[in-house]
């Protein structure tokens, strides 16, 4: 099972990858800092919001493929 502090540590490492692959990704770099200095409540506020908002992302995706290819 999987603990806050390793779920931060995963995701962490997962953006300094993203950010490895885009070296020039700004928004990358400042979420990598941002969830870096988060604390464990701060982190796991963050990962409430995403995990909540994942639906509406997930539909506005399926919109904007939508309206592609039509």
């Given at each position: ?19 490895a ?50």
């Open positions: 099972m999987m603990t806050s502090t390793t779920t931060r540590i995963a995701y962490i490492g997962e953006l300094s990858e993203a950010l692959d885009n070296p020039h990704n700004v928004a990358i770099k400042m979420h990598l800092r941002s969830v870096s200095a988060m604390d464990e409540r701060a982190f796991a506020a963050h990962r409430a919001a995403m995990i909540a908002a994942a639906p509406k992302r997930l539909e506005a995706a399926r919109g904007l493929v939508l309206q592609l290819v039509r």
